[in-house]
């Protein structure tokens, strides 16, 4: 660029040279003196210069002044508008850059609102469940109504008065309402054969499960083993999943402890929840998504039996309090095997059947007054429902016994504790004579003691 202009000047310059000439000349001035001339040609007519600017001079100044403009402009030009297309350009950047910081900053106040929001709401739900615990461990003592004397078959709900309600929590308040709690004893006198359960010993701790697969699920010893396997071996289901079909054996409970299984059943069907048990030689459980009940027979590896529980609610319908889809919950005691569950005739209170061990059919039913929903976990000792209060709580109670021998129920308040806070199965094995519980991740066991029958 810079050459161009160069050029341009220099041409300029040659054609001012190319069009003026100039000639010195000397005469004789005819007075005695020698005359001097000096003289410029140009394009018009020779004459001495005016003081003023002359035609020629005005016309290369203006051509100056142009070609100077040029010049600015092809030097200039590109600059000014390289620095404006800079400017603008880190102008944009920084505006965007203020844009995100500001959006920034509004997000961070947004997430500290809604952890304050968090916080406030998990304090509130504790409150409501210390509060809840609180109403459901505190007992109602009030004179009870004359009894009316019910068998296995006869009894239904609408033959009780007190059933004609129609507020569907009225099961849970006449439970609480109309019986007399039991006196909380103190290192009672252990009996021989069966009896009320009076105490509840500590928790004994056998084994901490591996992984998240064993939050929850069911461990149990048959009380009345078959060969090949013996009353010492130990069985464990791993009940979180979607598909729970493994069954583990233990030779005994050292062997629990130390985790080395010698056997690993594949069950043909799937396991809904921690209601299953073993009894006589077979696994008693029932099908995922089903009212099915199934008997699988320890020593052919297959299924020996399958009924459905007539009537009985299914995944979710009448859980424990705890949820896990508990609707069934099979037991076994000194009498045989049992069924807890409930049916929308029952209005979601507990139902007891007793079951056929062999074929699986129902030689009796009770309808209890007692919300299934609203207990922690239930089981079978003696013929006498027990139910749990929480299965939260670290300090909580037995709260609830129904005997099936006399078809009534009352509450009662046997000291239970979940050390770990989150009892997800509690069985009865009369074998040994203890509580079988899934707390937490834990496997333990409480010992039990029965008192005089009233």
Known sequence: MWFLAVLCVSCLLMGTQAQSSASFRRANAGNGRCQYSFTVDSPTEASCPSPGSSPEMEALKSRLGLLEALVARLAGGEAVSESSQGSGSQSGLQDAYN?????????????????????????????????????????????PPPRVPQNDNSFRPGSDPAWHFSNPEYQ???????????????????????????????????????????????????????EPYGPEMVWRIDAVGSEVRQLFGYENMDQLSRGFPTKVLLLPESVESTGATMYKGSLYYQRRLSRTLIRYDLLSES??????????????????SWGGYTDIDLSVDENGLWAIYSTNKAKGAIVISQLDPHNLEVKGTWETKIRKTSVANAFMICGKLYTVASYTSPNTTVNYMYDTATSQGKTISVPFKNRYRYNSMVDYNPGQRKLYAWDNYYIVSYKVRLGKQE
């Not at 299924?303 to 424990?320: K, M, S």
Request: glycine share 6%; hydrophobic share 35%.
């Open 99 to 143: 844009q995100l910081m500001g959006e920034n900053a509004q997000l961070q106040r947004e997430k500290q609102r809604l952890d304050r929001q968090v916080q406030d709401l998990q304090q509130r739900m504790e409150v409501l469940r210390q509060e809840a615990e609180r109403l459901r461990s505190r007992p109602c003592v009030q004179q």
């Open 172 to 226: 849970e308040l006449t439970a609480v309402v109309t019986e007399v709690s039991a006196p909380n004893l103190e290192g009672p006198t252990d009996i021989s054969g069966c009896g009320d359960l009076v105490w509840v010993e500590d928790p004994e701790v056998h084994r901490k499960a591996d992984s998240i697969a064993g939050k929850y699920g069911v461990w149990m010893q048959d009380p009345e083993a078959k």
């Open 303 to 320: 299924i020996a039996a399958r009924r459905d529980l007539p009537h009985a609610g299914f995944h979710g319908q009448f859980p424990y």
